[in-house]
């Protein structure tokens, strides 16, 4: 059988990812599922420009002031081993990796090996740090220990942002901009930082830092050789996308009536065809899909509600409603599937398995599965989220808020002076040499040279990493109880928003005045 895409299929996969196991986490979880960049633009690796990967006649570290000799220091990363145990995925670590167990290094990691070396040697320090096999809840609480211990471990971490609320309010986190950081620089995501902020503080970065993040983001897979025995080109549907043209009514158009009973025994489950395999918490996609937010901003760039408000009532009206639609689409973790596979991942032995076995013409999901299909024989592709208005002149998509890496800096006593001034530079030389290095590696030879025969998909993939965005009210859903209003199998969305409108705003407001106060006692680098 034809494998067009095995070699794309290495190539995100290699970065790997995050999912959420145990404690307090979103157990088993594989989603979390601005405005910001018109449709069509690109992300190198994390940072939006309009060209994909590094260009090749800049050096990005060259723009960096000159190094500063740091006479030896180390610099100690933490980091969620994403994922682990778990054979659909394949995290290799941000910055620091785990060696493979035959000795053999990736490109990917011979990239970090790369800025490693070239940044250690630079400023005369260390980095190194270990990949936690602990649970979220369990390294949370070992870093609210370092933090106010007052042993100081660790230096800065990589986890997923939504279970770090409480470091937030509690003012456990540095404001980077605190560090000295030229936050304007290509080589950090411009629009997540945008987005990210919160009354002027930033607590979270992505960049070429981390490639974690584009692994857990959310795309649309397609069957190509099920849709062409149904009648379909595939070409059609990737010009659709590359159009503007790949809208919630033409995507829910072809889903329709492309379920069957495959098996013939006159039992739909989760052994038969489908045209959508997907998950409740993927409403969420389709309710970004519409241009709207769960929390957006004020122009003090304080949080405010915005759920109530345009298209996201009629778009997640419409989701449910396909969702709803049990001949044509698998939601997978119905309590008939949860309870059938109680101690398994429902995850993999329904939807998943489903679309390897070439059961399934669409799979959301994000890119932290593609490892899962190594050895799939059908061919397959991507396509966007599709957008909800025709009109839209761009795409929407989201980064899991279980299932990928931001960048952020414990808020250590001992933080400020030169120990401060020093860990900003480090992070800054980090992520500008990642840029020359890792991002190149990581997209540009393995998304869209290499071996892979798909240009259409990697196209596509420059469409969908251009045009994320980054919801408040996903980063702090934990505290504010958001993302499950818009994850329910029912269109009373209205009344269930209503019910809780009052308290989402109430602990939004105390929030904001604990963020508040905590920016008044800002790091010193002088």
Not at 352 to 362: H, I, M, Q, V, Y
Request: proline share 3%; with cysteine; charged share 25%.
């Amino acid at each position: 059988m034809k494998k067009i895409l095995c070699a794309l299929l290495a190539l995100i996969m290699v970065a790997a990812c995050f999912v959420a196991c145990g404690g307090d986490d979103k157990e088993g979880d594989t989603s979390s599922t601005g405005d910001n960049n018109s449709q069509g633009s690109v992300i190198s690796g994390n940072v939006n420009e309009s060209n994909s990967g590094s260009n090749s006649d800049v050096v990005y570290h060259d723009m960096l002031p000159e190094a500063v000799d740091m006479g030896g220091r180390e610099f100690y990363i933490l980091q969620r081993w994403f994922g682990f145990g778990k054979p659909t995925i394949d995290f290799q670590g941000e910055v620091i990796w785990e060696d493979s167990e035959d000795g053999t290094m990736t490109n990917i990691n011979a990239a970090k090996k790369h800025v490693l070396d070239d940044v250690q040697a630079a400023y005369n320090c260390t980095v190194t740090g270990e990949m936690s096999t602990s649970t979220a809840g369990e390294i949370r609480t070992e870093l609210n220990n370092d933090i106010l211990g007052g042993t100081s471990k660790y230096d800065f971490c990589f986890e997923s942002y939504f279970y770090y609320f409480s470091f937030v309010q509690d003012g456990l986190l540095a404001d980077l901009n605190d560090l000295g950081i030229d936050f304007s620089k290509p080589w950090w995501d411009q629009y997540a930082l945008e987005d990210l902020s919160y009354c002027d503080e930033l607590y979270y970065a992505l960049g070429d830092i981390n490639t974690y993040d584009n692994d857990g983001t959310f795309v649309i897979l397609f069957n190509k050789d099920l849709y062409e025995e149904n009648g379909g080109n595939p070409q059609d549907l990737y010009d659709m996308a590359k159009n503007g043209e790949w809208t919630f009514e033409k995507f829910k158009e072809i889903v329709t009536g492309f379920g069957h009973d495959s098996k013939a025994d006159g039992v739909r489950d989760e052994f038969d065809t489908y045209g959508l395999l997907t998950e409740t918490s993927n409403l969420y996609n389709h309710f970004l899909a519409s241009g709207n937010k769960i929390i957006d901003k004020n122009a003090s760039d304080e949080p405010v509600l915005d759920l109530p408000t345009g298209a996201g009532y009629p778009a997640l009206t419409d989701a449910v409603n396909l969702y709803l639609n049990t001949n044509d689409v698998l939601v997978a973790d119905l309590d008939i599937y949860k309870d059938k596979y109680e101690g398994e991942d429902v995850y993999e032995m329904t939807v998943t398995n489903a679309f390897k076995e070439g059961r399934g013409l669409f799979y959301m999901t994000s890119l932290i599965h593609l490892p899962y299909f190594r050895d799939m024989e059908d061919d397959f592709g991507f396509l966007p989220i599709p957008k909800y208005n025709a009109a839209d002149d761009r795409y929407y998509h989201n980064m899991g808020a279980h299932t990928t890496s931001v960048l952020f800096v414990p808020k250590h006593a001992s933080l400020t002076g030169e120990n401060a001034k020093q860990l900003g530079i480090i992070i800054d030389a980090l992520a500008a040499y990642s840029k020359d290095y890792l991002t190149p590696e990581y997209y540009e030879k393995q998304l869209k040279r290499g071996d892979a025969q798909d240009p259409d998909s990697a196209e596509i993939l420059d469409i969908v990493f251009g045009s994320r965005v980054y919801d408040l009210g996903q980063v702090y859903g934990s505290l504010l109880a958001t993302t499950g209003l818009v994850e329910q199998l029912n269109t009373e969305i209205a009344s269930r928003v209503d019910g809780q409108k009052d308290v989402i705003e109430m602990n939004l407001g105390l929030l904001t005045e604990k963020v508040k106060a905590n920016a008044q006692k800002p790091i010193s680098i002088d």
